[in-house]
């Protein structure tokens, strides 16, 4: 690791105190329950707290949470031993024998492949268990050294949520409690306040909200409807990057929707990503598939003709609409959808041009993300696996080199996963942190020795001979619906001037202030400022609070002396009242805060 960062989760004392929280959680509900009718599934420790699983003759109540977690402090405080034992797999059977789900997940241990969450491993593991008090698990551990190691004033059973065993919709549907647990009662608190300022900015609620976007039934999951507002949004953003790719070299691409089976069998996406496509259409007798990516697409208009050395670098640029099959369980707002647009790119190099390639998208990269508001990043470099890499080691050499001197030179932390790279090349990604701290991964940069191959890509170099480009595919913001979704959650709705659906509304206090509302409307329309008149029946008051939680920047209320001085009143979103203002400084403020993007 490259920043220095320091132990790895799994290692930690957190992930200790979580599991052991799981397993008091386990002894505390199944005691609530006859011996035959409680059966416990798995509950291993998650990024920030824990789960575990139960198949229960009843449903629980949030009361139910109460109680489990009071009889929890009691365990908690017996300061029971975290018992550790081996066993063979039909001493295993033979104690868990009325427990069908660790049945299973003892077959699948002894079976080799499957750890016990039923997760694929290498390697065949040694059967444990684990006890405390009267609870017996099992487990691979690690725990705590006895229950008093936990924090009873850090802890909290959050919520219940239906959940599939082994997230199979044919297997049986279980109660999957929710939980956390911290080392000291303020990490508890701090955590608590997190979740619930990520509620409140959940964007979900907030596209509702602010009438930014919706999903509809008759539409089909998974698939976005952009409303009036959000596709402002989403068409400023737009705006924004496309002059950028403009200034940055880019060219301009577009391609269809479909394309010919014979084009996935030759990109291989046929084999090896068919499962995230939808069956084909059939076309006069010929398949067709709806696009997953769009490489295939530029890589063929690359190959419309003969390209000479003094052609490249080339930068193909789309913003191109792909469908992914995802499971209807796994959609989630904006996040996880089945169609959506990335701001893709394709880059052919040379060789020798390579390094400033990779310089110059990464710098391209940080700096629209910037321009978005994101501040800290953080990066993930993958390396070559060598079970399962396409092209010589030494291909691997230069093009992973460049990539991690770039990211040396900008100066962005980042984290080597040493063999995580699919099976096509070394590639970064770019993780950024919004205002909770949460971190979210954006922007890709994946070199491809594979597509060049398959298609055959050349270059006509200067000693008159034919040689293979460098191929990268990348992709900024990612994708456009998952970025909207991260970016009203950073900015809470409140999306900064340049990027707000509506940047000003005018709130006449009476009908005989609308007209001037809308000479002033028509002014800032003019400069160039969004606005809209409230000129509604309602009071003012009602104006400006719907204003407020419609997150517009600016509300300018006119009255008698409003109109008399020829000025407004501006208060701003942030509450703050900037009193009586003149229409052209007005005007002047508000365009200097779209130029600096504020
Ligand atoms: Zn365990
Ligand atoms: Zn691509």
């Not at 059973?157 to 065993?165: I, M, T």
């Not at 709705?493 to 340049?498: E, Y």
């Not at 403020?589 to 993007?597: G, L």
Request: aromatic share 10%; hydrophobic share 35%; net charge negative.
């Amino acid at each position: 690791m490259a920043d220095g960062k320091s132990e790895s989760y799994p290692d930690s004392d957190l992930y200790r105190i979580r599991h052991s929280t799981a397993h008091v959680m386990a002894q505390a509900v199944t005691e609530m329950f006859d011996p035959d009718e409680a059966k416990v599934a798995i509950g291993p420790p998650i990024a920030e707290g824990f789960y575990y699983d139960f198949d229960l003759p009843r449903t629980l109540t949030p009361e139910d949470l109460e109680s489990i977690e009071k009889r929890m402090r009691e365990i908690l405080a017996e300061n029971f031993e975290f018992k550790r034992e081996v066993l063979s797999a039909d001493e295993a059977r033979e104690l868990f024998a009325d427990q069908p789900y660790k049945i299973e997940l003892i077959d699948g241990l002894d079976a080799g492949g499957l750890d016990e969450y039923g997760e694929p491993i290498d390697e065949k593991p040694e059967i444990s268990i684990y006890t405390q008090d009267t609870f017996t698990d099992l487990c691979r551990g690690p725990h705590v050294a006895n229950t008093g190691k936990v924090n009873p004033d850090a802890i909290k059973l959050l919520n219940v949520a239906g959940a599939y065993w082994r997230g199979d919709e044919t297997r049986p549907m279980l109660q999957r409690i929710y939980g956390t647990a911290w080392e000291s009662a303020d990490d508890l608190e701090q955590y608590l306040w997190k979740l619930e300022e990520a509620k409140k900015r959940d964007h979900r609620r907030v596209g509702k909200d602010l009438d930014l976007y919706s999903v509809n039934e008759a539409v089909g999951p998974g698939l976005i409807l952009w409303h009036p507002k959000g596709g402002m949004v989403r068409k400023l953003a737009e705006d924004f990057c496309r002059d950028e790719h403009e200034k940055g070299g880019y060219d301009f691409v577009y391609s269809p929707h479909i394309g010919k089976a014979s084009l996935w069998e030759t990109s291989g996406h046929l084999d090896w990503y068919q499962e995230a496509m939808y069956s084909p259409l059939d076309i006069e007798g010929q398949q067709y598939y709806l696009k997953p990516m769009n490489c295939p697409f530029h890589v063929q208009i690359f190959n419309t003709r003969t390209r000479s050395y003094r052609d490249l670098p080339l930068r193909f640029a789309e913003w191109g609409t792909v469908y992914r099959y995802e499971r209807s369980g796994v959609l989630h707002g904006l996040l996880r959808v089945r169609g959506f647009t990335q701001d893709d790119a394709h880059l052919f190099c040379r060789p020798d041009q390579m390094p400033e390639e990779i310089d110059r998208v990464l710098n391209f990269s940080l700096n629209i993300l910037r321009a978005f508001g994101f501040e800290n990043f953080q990066a993930y470099l993958s390396t070559r696996n060598p079970e399962k890499a396409a092209g010589d080691p030494e291909d691997w050499e230069a093009p992973t080199e460049a990539l991690r001197q770039s990211l040396e030179r900008e100066g962005v932390p980042y984290v080597v996963d040493e063999g995580e790279a699919v099976f096509y090349g070394p590639k970064i990604d770019i993780k950024v942190s919004d205002a909770l701290g949460r971190e979210w991964q954006l922007s890709t940069i994946q070199f491809d020795f594979i597509l060049p191959e398959r298609f055959n890509l050349a270059y006509v170099g200067e000693d008159g001979e034919e040689h293979r480009p460098y191929m990268i595919h990348r992709a900024l913001l990612g994708s456009m619906e998952r970025f909207m979704g991260v970016l009203i959650e950073h900015h809470a709705g409140a999306f900064p001037v340049w990027l707000a659906p509506v940047q000003a509304v005018l709130i006449p206090i009476a009908d005989r202030h609308a007209e001037y509302a809308r000479e002033v409307a028509a002014t800032m329309k003019e400069a160039g400022v969004r606005v809209d008149v409230d000129d509604r029946g309602e009071r003012m008051n009602a104006k400006i609070r719907d204003a407020q939680m419609q997150k517009v920047p600016y509300m300018l209320v006119i009255g008698d002396r409003e109109i008399e001085a020829g000025a407004v009143s501006v208060r701003l979103r942030s509450e703050e009242d900037l009193g009586s203002m003149q229409i052209d400084p007005l005007i002047e403020r508000i365009q200097e805060e779209i130029i600096a993007r504020s």
